[in-house]
């Protein structure tokens, strides 16, 4: 009934019933001109409420796959007994049973698991490496601990039996697709214009509706009795209000919408709404991921340090060849690039040289693989050495981990990798800087053939050279290593406890190995893009989970900053600082003549701010949020709608990646 009588729908019906009373009983004799006007308004009643159910409808469609990825059925236990159970007869205190290739349909807390037990979570959070599970608590967050099952993933190994936490649309998995399929509260900006409008004219259309009534009633009945009878006035008025209400508006609104889609389309974007549309044209805040969307995502290797040597790329290439008898530094910073990396070469391309190779992994991985492989066959090397642990990268750890262990003599020196075919494992670790250099005790030396322990000027060196790279918008990481002690050979590598281990024996002791510098050019239309959003009165911030810094000087060079040397950091959101308390003014067509501030903070700096804080963060044109995590995108985003901001944003997504460029 929404369909029929919303919007304009009451005011159509009302008009052809009233015409079709004009035509019969009140018309004598009757006049065809009546009932073709009713006709034609019954006709423009039931096509408007047409349009507005095949828009909801497109917009079902889209989330109704959803529905394939809960399972039908589940095993549960009741009354002692294992029963085969519909999903949606399930309840949150349910005793389910997991196996190895259930799709889970509930939230669920494991109270039993084995020790293999391992869940594919990528639907929700977009991590390939399935996570462990495990009956205790790992953590504070509900979506990151180990001891919740999540709706929608995947039991890939081993078994559990969980209680019921959530279900449908109050689990996680649940609350996404009701997220993304039921439009959000108020109206949207183009909504709240129409609707003004159309105040607007059904006031001035009732004011002469109500003229017109009161001056036949008081003259033209009483003087004039036969030049307009009853019917011809109802006639008349209804004339009046299919004149004033512009009835095919929604029509031309949703028509013009859906050719818009149908070019984005074109363009590769998908959209789920019609609404997202129009919203997209009244953003006044984009925010924008910086790998892969600011930059080309094609990154290299351009320097390194090994121990405190500072080389350039193609200088440790030619040292790895020319000076290979005297100097282990490259190969062995070349073994913990090549070893600890999740990438890897296609096998159809490994006949080709290293740069034109295809490689399975993320852009990272590759800039590394590929710097590796300049200075070591990385193919061969990896045979030399079996994989007992992996530890994936993420966005809350910022580093990856690799437990290896050798399989045969490399060479017959004191190198700290082969020198014992019965060596203890060797975990290799490969992230941030700022979150692994002050784990570190010891550091390589240059030539690799030792280590010393590390000191507070090689502590200081370290940081200036990565500082040094990254204000000129380079991604820096860290490799270091750490002989392991002969204990860990006794844990199971699939129990819960072997992760545990790695993750303690990763929080010190480490041997700095290195740095590599890796570069990812902005790409070659940014500027002018930036420069267009910017013309249109839309601000650009830059939400990234890089170093400060790194993220500061790539936003310079792609023009998200226009003005590098008065970058603001979060000092100057204090309360007491009266300087920035007046409104930022903005001028479209002319960045230089606006006072335009910027600042630079970081997601542990954010977690610090209250709402006077927000409220002056939230004036400032350019904006850089680094080291940020899934939920302080989230958080950004939210901060910004509630102070009257349209943002835009890619893909700040709500738990990690899920689902990336999903508009």
Known sequence: MSYLFGGFGSILFIAALLV???WKPLGQPPQQSNLVLAVVL?????????????????????????KTMLPEHCVAVRDA??????????????LLCIKMGDRLPADVRFIAISTDAHFDRSILTGETVPMHGSVDSTDDNYLETACIGMAGTHCVAGYASGVVVATGDRTVFGRI?????????????????????????????????????????????????????VPDLMVDCVTIAVAFVPEGLPIAVISSLTITASIMKRNKIS?????????????????????GTLTKNQMTVTDCMIGRLVMTAAQVARAAKVDAASNDGPEELGIMGGVCNAGEFDAATLNLPAAERNINGDATDQAILRFAESIIPVVEIRKQFRTIFKVAFNSKNKFMIQIIQPVGSRRSDTSLIMSDPDAPLLLMIKGAPDVLLGRCDAIMADDGKSTRPITSEDYQFVERIKNQWSSQGRRVILLARKKLPMSMHSLSTTSRDYEERTMEE???????????????????????????????????????????????????????????????????????????????????????ASPTRAIALSGAEMNQLGHQEWNKLCDYQEIVFARTTPEQKLR?????????????SEPLTLTCDLPNHLL
């Open 271 to 291: 959209c789920k709404s019609l609404k997202t549309i129009e919203t997209l044209g009244s953003v006044s805040v984009i925010c924008s991921d910086k790998t």
């Open 20 to 22: 079709y009373v004009a």
């Open 636 to 648: 950004i985003v939210k901060e910004l709608q509630a102070r009257e901001k349209i943002v835009g």
């Open 177 to 229: 697709a009701k997220f993304s399929a039921t439009p959000k509260e108020g109206q949207t900006s183009l909504q709240r214009e129409i609707s003004h409008f159309v105040k607007i004219m059904v006031g001035m259309m009732l004011s002469i509706i109500a003229l017109i009534i009161i001056v036949w009633a008081a003259w033209l009945r009483r003087y004039h009795s036969s030049w307009i009878s």
């Open 81 to 94: 007994i294992q029963q085969n159970v519909p999903r949606a007869d399930l309840v949150p205190g349910d």
């Open 42 to 66: 019954t006709c423009v009643f039931f096509a408007q409420a047409a349009f507005a159910f095949y828009q909801d409808f497109s917009s079902s469609r889209v989330m109704a796959s959803t």
């Open 506 to 592: 990763a929080t010190e002791g480490l041997e700095f190995v290195g740095l590599v510098a890796i570069v990812d050019p902005p790409r070659d239309e940014i500027l002018d893009v930036v420069r267009t959003l910017r013309s249109a009165g839309i601000r650009v911030f830059m939400v990234t989970g890089d170093f400060k810094l790194t993220a500061e000087a790539v936003a310079v060079q792609c023009g998200i900053i226009t003005r590098p040397g008065a970058v603001n950091d979060v000092t100057a959101l204090s309360s007491d600082n009266k300087s920035l308390t007046e409104p930022a003014s903005f001028v479209h067509n002319d960045v230089e």
